[in-house]
């Protein structure tokens, strides 16, 4: 896959970094002097309480650092056993066997892998293909892709703790924009599976107003749904408000909540599809 066809399906790069180490900081520092009854507030990552929405994390850190930095090999998936159950069983086994480690000790071991973590990031070549990132295309996808998928999941599993909480935060307006700049890199495989493009048509825009907010484009093609130019006219349209964007993209709103707030102009059939965009492994 060459730059320009890499773009078509994945859109501009996005180099989010700063913002992942940056997001890493505000959760270390929430986590710090936590009760031991908001360890055990329950959160919509359900069945998860905060404690294992922690635990969850110290593991993807450890997966990243052992897979991606030392090329350590992971055990296989079952025989018949799909990708979204091979991560869930792998999750469920690495939260319940964490259940043993003490609060103050998941925020010791995050504290550890986080700066291993950020300077793996800093080390890539973002430029370069990599892992699939699997709600974006079935292939190889650019490096930076999977870097910003990293954020996001970090960040919504930060959100998660934070309403279980009571404590919003770590919602500056660039960092959820570069949250939707991550999760509508998903939009072309939804649509190529949902309303595949027909051999010529007018483009789709989704719209975020706010200052978290964007416009993103895509037009059908030989190719399938593949992106374009905001500025490029689209006789459909979808516009939506930036917090409930992320949340149906990671099902913490179902489509049908998600449509009841969204304006739509031109083919409903497309913005339904849109609205089933999902960010995660389901």
Same mark, same amino acid.
């Given at each position: 896959?060459n730059?320009t066809?890499?773009e078509?399906?994945?859109g501009?790069?996005?180099?989010?970094?700063?913002l992942? @180490?940056?997001?890493?900081? #505000?959760?270390?520092?929430?986590?710090? =002097?936590?009760? @031991?009854?908001? &360890?055990?507030r329950? !959160? %919509?990552a359900?069945?998860?309480a905060v404690?294992d929405?922690?635990?969850h994390l110290v593991?993807?850190?450890?997966?990243?650092?052992?897979?991606?930095? /030392?090329r350590?090999v #992971?055990p296989a998936a079952?025989p018949?056993?799909?990708?979204p +159950?091979?991560?869930?069983?792998?999750?469920?086994?690495?939260?319940t066997?964490?259940?043993?480690?003490?609060?103050?000790?998941?925020v010791?071991?995050?504290?550890?892998? !986080?700066?291993?973590v950020?300077?793996f &990031?800093?080390?890539? /070549?973002?430029g370069?293909?990599?892992?699939?990132?699997? &709600?974006?295309?079935?292939? @190889?996808? $650019?490096?930076?892709l999977? =870097?910003?998928?990293d954020?996001?999941e970090d960040w919504?599993?930060?959100?998660?703790?934070?309403?279980?909480?009571?404590?919003p935060?770590?919602? +500056?307006?660039a960092m959820?924009?570069?949250?939707?700049? !991550?999760?509508?890199?998903?939009v $072309?495989y939804t649509l190529d599976?949902?309303?595949?493009?027909?051999g010529?048509? %007018?483009?789709?825009?989704?719209?975020?107003?706010?200052?978290?907010?964007g416009t993103?484009? &895509?037009r059908?093609?030989g190719k399938?749904?593949?992106w374009t130019?905001? #500025?490029v006219? %689209?006789?459909?349209?979808?516009?939506?408000?930036? /917090?409930d964007?992320?949340?149906?993209?990671v099902?913490?709103?179902?489509?049908?909540? @998600?449509?009841?707030r969204a304006e739509?102009?031109?083919?409903?059939h497309? #913005?339904? %599809?849109v609205l089933h965009?999902?960010?995660v492994?389901?």
């Amino acid at each position: 896959m060459n730059g320009t066809d890499a773009e078509e399906a994945f859109g501009p790069p996005l180099d989010a970094r700063h913002l992942f @180490a940056q997001a890493r900081s #505000a959760l270390l520092d929430l986590l710090t =002097g936590l009760g @031991a009854d908001e &360890w055990d507030r329950p !959160t %919509a990552a359900a069945p998860w309480a905060v404690r294992d929405v922690v635990a969850h994390l110290v593991g993807d850190d450890v997966g990243r650092l052992s897979r991606s930095r /030392d090329r350590h090999v #992971a055990p296989a998936a079952r025989p018949h056993e799909s990708l979204p +159950e091979l991560v869930h069983r792998l999750n469920h086994e690495w939260v319940t066997a964490a259940a043993r480690i003490s609060p103050v000790l998941l925020v010791d071991l995050l504290r550890t892998t !986080t700066p291993q973590v950020m300077d793996f &990031w800093q080390r890539v /070549d973002l430029g370069a293909l990599g892992e699939p990132v699997s &709600w974006a295309g079935p292939g @190889a996808a $650019p490096v930076w892709l999977d =870097g910003a998928r990293d954020f996001t999941e970090d960040w919504v599993h930060q959100q998660q703790i934070r309403r279980a909480l009571g404590r919003p935060g770590a919602d +500056e307006p660039a960092m959820v924009h570069a949250v939707l700049e !991550t999760f509508v890199r998903a939009v $072309p495989y939804t649509l190529d599976r949902r309303a595949p493009a027909p051999g010529d048509g %007018a483009p789709l825009t989704v719209h975020v107003p706010g200052p978290a907010g964007g416009t993103w484009t &895509w037009r059908p093609s030989g190719k399938g749904w593949i992106w374009t130019r905001p #500025a490029v006219p %689209a006789t459909t349209s979808v516009t939506l408000g930036a /917090d409930d964007l992320w949340k149906v993209c990671v099902r913490m709103i179902e489509p049908a909540e @998600a449509a009841a707030r969204a304006e739509v102009h031109g083919d409903a059939h497309l #913005a339904d %599809a849109v609205l089933h965009t999902v960010s995660v492994i389901r």
